[in-house]
């Protein structure tokens, strides 16, 4: 399981706060502690209240980069504010992300083929997020097709099924299961699969074991990344022990311990 | 459309361990070994490098052997009950490169021997052979914690390998080689789990994960080999994948459970149809040193010049050094 770091993102008010008064420490020690904690990759978001994203982005990528040696995920909804971030990346990066939508797609695959990173596709278009996992593969298909045209190698793409808060719509969480599965089966090599996971318990008052449950779910069924709290001890066992109980680690006694000196 | 050979490619390298230092790195070795560096599964160099060929430590024992049959003991016959001249006899006749030395003599049921004379044995060969050593306890776990970190401390400087820490008695013999700087054998029964147990619990003490051998039992020939090589390739696969607590070496005690089989050690008389004895023994020693170099054994112990003669040019086939010879 890949673990993207969730936390450095400026909808949180801590995160929001240092990036408008360029306080690197704060941005710096939750780099650390989520790396630490045994975040593989570093989601970077600007969030939605900074007045000049791009600048933030490349700060917040130099600030990051001077105490972690981690690939980056960059979090933006403009195609520029990515690309500044992506040429200031040490390691191949990720972009999170683009849609099903022809015109977000047009522009972000070409970049991400340009840097060699990969990309987040999620499963939505024009019309919404689909109602259940068929239509959620009918756009998986299309953003493989386009990954292809475009020049972006397939073990690059990862599909984002989308899943929503369980007090918002309940079947969501049955219907992302099945599209985890059934992504595996679009193409030859498969592409990889991604959850945004801390949406599922969105407003929910048992969040963090709404979270490791369903992880341990969509890693039964194949998933293979979630952007996640790296920092959340109890999701992180959950997740290690799912590892151990689907055999893609050998287990020992203090298998625990084991994980998180690799 | 020309075929395009499938390459399989491994994220993690095995670790690579040195036996024996010379007096520039503070021992007085003539020679030493290097095992491991391997980035993919054994000689398969088409798709990873292999650094160093698997090395054969030559055993010695420090008393007699009990219970070895007349053709193990041949070879040795003049020096058996001398340890210093049996080994200087591997090092000059047999070209051993490395000499693993079996201190059976302190086990309670054979001579109770103490710290003291095994550790007078250790020094002894020390001064007598250059080559590279392995000290091997006798499996008692008691005696063992009393007489091997003497031995650590005689051989201090020699970066020997000590062997076998185990899940229930590891942390005499880690800290004495911890602080002798010697390396370590981490001994499971033949089980994958307790093999990485046991090494986690050898790191937590502080000891660093690139001066541990893996010792995860061996069958012999007949005996549980193939159970025994199905854990090494486990093992070995984890460990160029990306679990660092199984990217040890391996060391294998061939000789010991080659020579245990009824085939290896019946006289002739009792079964003339199974050929010669001094065909026999060394050829299922031999055969099942190479099953196990196959899994991924990085150091085999071995007994009979013989079976090692032919391990040797077999290795050297496989290395790709001797190609097309014999």
């Known amino acids: ?262 | 459309m020309p075929l395009e050979l499938y390459k399989q490619k491994w994220t993690q390298k095995i670790y690579t361990l040195t036996i024996g230092a010379t007096p520039a790195e503070g021992g007085t070795r003539e020679s030493v070994v290097q095992v491991g560096g391997i980035t993919a599964l054994p000689f398969l160099t088409f798709e990873g490098e292999m650094p160093y060929s698997p090395v054969i430590a030559m055993e010695v024992w420090d008393m007699v052997p009990p219970e070895w049959p007349p053709e193990a003991v041949a070879p040795f016959a003049d020096v058996i009950d001398s340890p210093v001249k049996w080994a200087k006899k591997c090092v000059q006749e047999y070209q051993a490169q490395l000499l693993c030395l079996r201190l059976m003599s302190i086990h309670p049921d054979t001579k109770n021997a103490s710290a003291e004379e095994a550790s007078q044995i250790l020094k002894a060969i020390l001064s007598e052979v250059g080559v590279p050593l392995i000290v091997w306890g006798s499996g008692n776990a008691e005696k063992d914690n009393e007489v091997l970190p003497r031995c650590t401390q005689v051989a201090a400087g020699e970066n020997c390998l000590f062997g076998t820490a185990t899940k229930d008695n590891y942390k005499t013999l880690v800290a004495s080689c911890l602080a002798d700087k010697q390396s370590i054998i981490a001994e499971s029964p033949l089980d994958i789990n307790i093999e990485k147990q046991v090494n986690i619990l050898i790191s937590e003490m502080g000891f660093p994960l690139e001066r541990i051998v893996i010792f995860p039992t061996t069958g012999g020939l007949g005996y549980g080999l193939e159970y025994a090589y199905s854990i090494m390739e486990r093992g070995r696969l984890a460990g160029l994948s990306e679990d660092k607590l199984l990217a040890m070496p391996v060391i294998c005690t061939v000789g010991p459970e080659a020579w245990r089989a009824k085939e290896a050690k019946v006289e002739e008389s009792e079964f003339p149809q199974w050929g010669k004895a001094s065909e026999r023994g060394p050829m299922w020693e031999a055969i099942t040193a190479v099953a196990l170099l196959i899994a991924g054994a990085e150091i085999l112990v071995m007994r009979h010049p013989k079976s090692i003669n032919l391990v040797k040019r077999i290795i050297g086939q496989l290395m790709g050094k001797e190609a097309g010879k014999e």
Not at chain 1, 95 to 119: F, H, R
Request: proline residues 5%; contains cysteine.
């Open chain 1, 1 to 262: 399981m890949i673990v993207i770091g969730e936390r450095i993102n400026g909808m949180y008010r801590k995160v929001g706060k240092a990036i408008q008064k360029r306080n690197k420490e704060v941005i710096q020690q939750l780099a650390r502690e989520q790396v630490e904690a045994g975040a593989h990759i570093l989601d970077v978001n600007t969030g939605p209240a900074s007045a000049n994203p791009l600048a933030a982005m490349e700060w917040l990528v130099t600030s990051i980069q001077e105490v972690v040696n981690v690939p980056l995920c960059l979090d933006s909804t403009k195609s520029d504010v990515i690309e500044a971030g992506l040429r200031l990346c040490k390691q191949k990066g990720v972009i999170n992300s683009t849609t099903g939508q022809k015109e977000k797609m047009d522009v972000l695959l070409p970049i991400a083929a340009k840097y060699g990173a990969s990309i987040i596709g999620l499963t939505m278009d024009e019309k919404g997020i689909p109602r259940d996992a068929l239509g959620r593969s009918e756009i998986a298909v299309s953003i493989i097709a386009a990954a292809m045209d475009k020049g972006v190698p397939i073990e690059n793409v990862y599909l984002d099924p989308l899943i929503l808060p369980v007090n918002v719509t309940q079947i969501t969480s049955v219907e992302v299961l099945k599209a985890i599965h059934d992504f595996k089966t679009l193409s030859d090599p498969p592409p990889k699969t991604v959850l945004g996971l801390s949406n599922v318990s969105q407003g929910t008052p048992n969040r963090s074991l709404i979270n490791r449950t369903y992880l341990v779910m969509a890693m039964a069924m194949g998933l293979d990344a979630a952007i996640m709290d790296s920092t959340d001890r109890e999701l992180m066992d959950a997740m290690i022990s799912a590892e151990i109980l689907l055999n893609k680690s050998i287990y020992c006694d203090s298998y625990l311990d084991a994980y998180r000196r690799r």
